[in-house]
């Protein structure tokens, strides 16, 4: 059967999908490009926003008049809006969806599937047996096939759930509490990545600094970084990056491991998510404004080339206008690379939804947004500048059609697009940038690089 997967949300969902992608094709099924004619249809969910939530139960609706159309498609809900508890009144309200499975957990898809009349004929043994000779041969098959030897970046979960509950987070709620994978069950996820072409990995959790914390006297994340990095330069992983940290959690260790390896890029994950004690308190993020700024201070020193990325939402429970500017003026001193920006939304079962008044105004909520956008624009844009003439070590992911050009990442995860008449995708190049804006830069080979030479350098 064809199958045909809708991600939404955060990276690890990403990863998730990709899972469940290899566990159909190792039972033979295979990829579509349009979901119309996927006999499998799964969804995977996020619910860290209404708007998120929304779209997935606008799709459901959707695939409803499908499924009375077409009785024997295979629906599929996967994520957050599933959870880690049996979801009894998820499963009234969406009687036509075949397979709910919780997040990171394909294995309840798996089992309907091969439950089913008829799926065991020859052909598809034939076709099982030859997946399962791939697995072997190739390892733990995490990507799908359409993915394999093109996809250049990828992610690894590390760190599943979360224990840290913010009040405004469903995340707890949703995914459980914090279960670290096995170093040996990690490595083994990047050396099947390695070996299907992927250049680039990226250790996930919600809250990645707390790697191991569940572990009675086991490896942290700079542990977990030093043997990955091992394993990076036996495979040939060219860079490694990790996502999201916590202020209260990125220790001196940890800052010291990123700075000493090589392969670990100079990039920072560390939302603030407001300016003003008083919001953070009553976040429960457990840090001050002046401690967050300290901190920015330490990675600086300890990483000076280092691009600092935070999250901020705006229209918190109870925020004022005085409050909000201690966001905007945190934002304007610090000058970060990148501010991923939230309008709040009050999710179920959290403290804040059940606690506070949500008592800012949408209007309001959407005239801050723009204010911190506008914010970020000008300070980026200056950021970027300073690497104008500079030659730097470009990761090529793709190319981009629309603009005829290659498109990749620095070190610091700046967007560079190039022209190239090569087929460079994978590869680190040396690009000499010649524009700059706030969301992305443009670059030429350096006019000593002959169209004949090597454009690969060794590290990242």
Request: one cysteine or more; charged letters at 25%; hydrophobic letters at 40%.
């Amino acid at each position: 059967m064809d199958y045909y997967i809708w991600t939404l949300g955060c990276q690890m969902n990403t990863a998730d999908s990709q899972r469940l992608a290899s566990e159909l094709e190792r039972l033979g099924h295979r990829a579509v490009e349009n979901p119309d004619e996927a006999d499998i249809y799964v969804i995977n969910t996020c619910v860290v926003r209404q708007s998120a939530e929304d779209k997935a139960f606008g799709r459901l609706g959707l695939l409803k008049q499908v499924k009375d159309a077409q009785p024997n498609k295979i629906i599929g809900v996967m994520g957050c809006l599933v959870g880690v508890r049996d979801p009894v009144e998820l499963r009234k309200k969406l009687p036509f969806v075949d397979v709910f499975m919780s997040p990171s957990e394909p294995q309840p898809m798996v089992d309907f599937l091969q439950d089913l009349p008829g799926e065991v004929d020859i052909q598809r043994q034939e076709a099982a047996a030859r997946r399962q000779r791939d697995a072997l041969q190739d390892g733990e098959l995490i990507l799908p096939s359409h993915e394999r030897g093109s996809l250049v970046s990828a992610h690894v979960p590390v760190v599943y759930g979360c224990s840290h509950a913010c009040t405004f987070c469903i995340i707890p709620f949703r995914r459980g509490v914090e279960r670290s994978r096995s170093v040996g069950e990690i490595v083994a996820h990047v050396r099947s990545l390695a070996q299907q072409g992927v250049k680039e990995i990226t250790l996930l959790g919600q809250i990645v600094d707390r790697y191991g914390k569940d572990i009675p006297d086991g490896p942290d994340l700079a542990d977990l970084l030093r043997i990955t990095h091992a394993t990076a330069e036996e495979t040939g992983i060219e860079r490694l990056r990790f996502l999201t940290s916590h202020p209260n959690w990125m220790s001196d260790k940890l800052l010291e491991t990123v700075a000493a390896l090589p392969r670990v890029m100079p990039h920072i994950e560390v939302p603030v998510q407001a300016g003003s004690d008083d919001v953070l308190s009553r976040m429960r993020r457990g840090y001050t404004a002046d401690q967050y700024r300290k901190l920015i201070a330490k990675i600086r020193r300890i990483i000076p080339d280092a691009a600092i990325h935070t999250d901020i939402i705006v229209g918190f429970p109870g925020e004022t206008d005085a409050q909000f500017m201690e966001t905007y003026h945190l934002l304007e001193d610090l000058k970060l690379d990148k501010a991923h920006l939230a309008r709040y939304s009050p999710r179920p079962q959290t403290v804040s939804e059940r606690r506070m008044i949500d008592n800012v105004s949408d209007d309001e909520k959407r005239h801050r947004h723009d204010m911190l956008d506008a914010l970020q624009e000008r300070v980026v844009a200056a950021i970027n500048q300073q690497y104008l003439g500079r030659t730097l070590p470009v990761l090529v992911e793709d190319r981009d059609e629309g603009r005829n050009k290659w498109r990749g990442r620095t070190p610091q995860n700046k967007l560079v697009f190039f022209e190239c008449d090569q087929a460079v995708r994978g590869q680190v190049v040396e690009v000499e940038i010649t524009w700059t804006g706030p969301w992305s830069m443009r670059g030429r080979l350096p006019a000593s690089v002959r169209p004949d030479a090597p454009l690969i350098v060794m590290a990242g």
